[in-house]
């Protein structure tokens, strides 16, 4: 699993969890700083 040339690794995690499980994560501010949120629950 790469991260290409992002210097920030956890912004491709967080966008493959977007594009595959999208109802388990909680988007508040989606440009610098990003503010993201596991949702609680089932896993």
Do not use: Q
């Not at 699993?1 to 690794?9: D, H, I, L, T």
């Amino acid at each position: 699993m790469g991260y290409g040339e992002n210097r920030n690794g956890v912004t491709t995690v967080i966008k493959r969890i977007k594009n595959t499980m999208p109802e388990k994560l909680m988007v508040y501010y989606n440009t610098r700083p990003r503010l993201y949120e596991a949702k609680k629950g089932e896993i």
